[in-house]
């Protein structure tokens, strides 16, 4: 007797961004309005170490530091290391060196990108220059990237005023990570009952907790979940708040309530939009139901069953 294939496990590519807006500082703002003019600064720090890129405060003495200096637009590179499968975002789409490179009349090093042919081609101690970007408008990206230079060198640090037309006072941090997610065994399962519009969760044999969404083992008593239980599909508000602010890209009015859910049956409470009751009438015990999206892949929200409130002592243990 030939045993069963284990079930596929989903595998998706999975995208998480979070850009947010920052100030700059008068160093910071120097910095990059500089770079957008095609000129590098650094700064001089009491002891007279020259640091590139800039920074507002003495790593030594914690003393607020201000001077700026102008540094070269050539360089030498200290250390690299080869990436020859550059993701998306970055400096070049082929091939390159992440390079540390100390410029002329700087103390410390930049790191940023060597346009290079290949490994062979790298090595410590190469001079280099700066390759601008054809557009800048005062990003560390006004620097395309570097690439090998065999002229003069650039010159000392000299004093400079940071004294720009229009400097830049703000920029928007792009933080992204792309990857290729896998809910494992356990989700895999729930997430195709979900497709059928059912509630799938997985009871631990040691203290009989049904979780949902299952975790594969039970949190509690460290023991692996294998007993799939369906559960609700109605369930209790046990826990919510009302959320005032709209997110991007959500096309929900405010303001609208996120609430902890335990369904019938489970041992823990999910989290789910509450709809279909103004946002001041929603409580705890109130009895709701899932409305599914489209197509049924997932519950879009919950609306109230019309059943009376469940028992506060039914759902005390499950907030």
């Not at 989903?10 to 703002?29: D, H, W």
């Not at 910095?31 to 000129?39: A, D, P, Q, V």
């Not at 065999?150 to 990570?177: K, M, W």
Request: overall charge negative; proline content about 9%; hydrophobic content about 40%.
């Amino acid at each position: 007797m030939t045993a069963a294939p284990p079930p596929e496990v989903l595998r998706a590519p999975l995208v998480v961004e979070f850009p947010f807006t920052r100030s700059l500082g008068p160093v910071q703002s120097a910095f990059l309005t500089g770079l957008r003019e095609g000129t590098v600064l650094g700064v001089k720090t009491s002891d007279g170490t020259v640091m590139v890129p800039p920074v507002e405060y003495d790593p030594v003495t914690a003393e607020e530091i201000r001077e700026l200096v102008e540094v070269g637009a050539t360089g030498t590179v200290t250390t690299w290391a080869w990436n020859d499968r550059p993701r998306p975002q970055q400096p070049l789409d082929t091939p390159f060196a992440w390079v540390l490179v100390k410029l002329d009349g700087a103390d410390t090093a930049l790191l940023h990108a060597l346009d290079a042919p290949g490994p062979d081609a790298v090595r410590t101690g190469m001079r280099v220059r700066v390759r601008w970007a054809a557009e800048r408008t005062g990003a560390i990206t006004d620097i395309a990237c570097f690439e090998p230079y065999e002229g003069p060198a650039g010159g000392v640090a000299v004093a400079h005023d940071g004294g720009f037309d229009g400097a830049v006072t703000g920029i928007v941090a792009e933080a992204r990570l792309d990857y290729v997610y896998s809910p494992g065994r356990a989700q895999t399962a729930y997430i195709e009952a979900l497709s059928e519009r059912r509630t799938v969760g997985e009871r631990c044999p040691s203290c009989h907790k049904v979780y949902v969404p299952p975790r594969g083992a039970c949190p509690t008593c460290g023991v692996a979940t294998t007993d799939r239980v369906e559960v609700g599909p109605a369930g209790t508000v046990t826990t919510y708040c009302i959320v005032n602010i709209k997110a991007k890209n959500l096309d929900i009015e405010v303001p609208y309530v996120y609430a902890h859910i335990a369904l019938d049956g489970a041992g823990l409470a999910l989290h789910g939009r509450i709809g279909g009751i103004p946002y001041d009438q929603v409580r705890m015990g109130l009895r709701v139901e899932p409305v599914w999206t489209e197509g049924g892949r997932y519950p879009d929200h919950y609306r109230p069953t019309g059943e009376p409130d469940a028992d506060y002592d039914a759902y005390k243990e499950l907030i």
